[in-house]
């Protein structure tokens, strides 16, 4: 079964720093191209959202709430998509979702919406204390 495997959560106090990992699994051939691919988070009874994803222009783009504490980047020597988190808040406590690949109206819905997401993982633990 073809889906994507993260990685590197964990329960950390606020202010500090987690990296997140995300790898493919399931596929004979995969490449992170940068573009329609990122990372959603979901709290306790709240709905799943976008925190960091390339774009269709592989522009980077991030929810307001993260901006500036938050990095996506992609190394593909080593096939892995990372979600750099500093500067963590309590709010930021969720799993997180890796998502790849566009489905067949991805490119017709905004970066933001995770139906554009065709491949998930089972998600990561990040914890973060007051």
């Known amino acids: 079964q073809q889906h994507m495997v993260e990685s590197g959560g964990g329960s950390v106090q606020a202010g500090g720093s987690l990296r997140l990992s995300c790898g493919a699994s399931g596929f004979s051939e995969f490449t992170f191209s940068s573009k329609y691919e990122g990372w959603f988070r979901q709290a306790p009874g709240k709905e799943r959202e976008a925190v960091a994803v390339f774009d269709s222009a592989q522009e980077p783009r991030y929810a307001d709430s993260v901006k500036g504490r938050f990095t996506i980047s992609v190394d593909n020597t080593k096939k892995t998509l990372y979600l750099q988190m500093n500067s963590l808040k309590a709010d930021d406590t969720a799993i997180y979702y890796c998502?790849?690949?566009?489905?067949?109206?991805?490119?017709?819905?905004?970066?933001?919406?995770?139906?554009?997401?065709?491949?998930w993982g089972q998600g990561t633990q990040v914890n973060v204390s007051a």
């Open positions: 998502a790849a690949k566009p489905t067949t109206r991805g490119p017709r819905l905004s970066w933001y919406d995770g139906n554009r997401y065709r491949y």
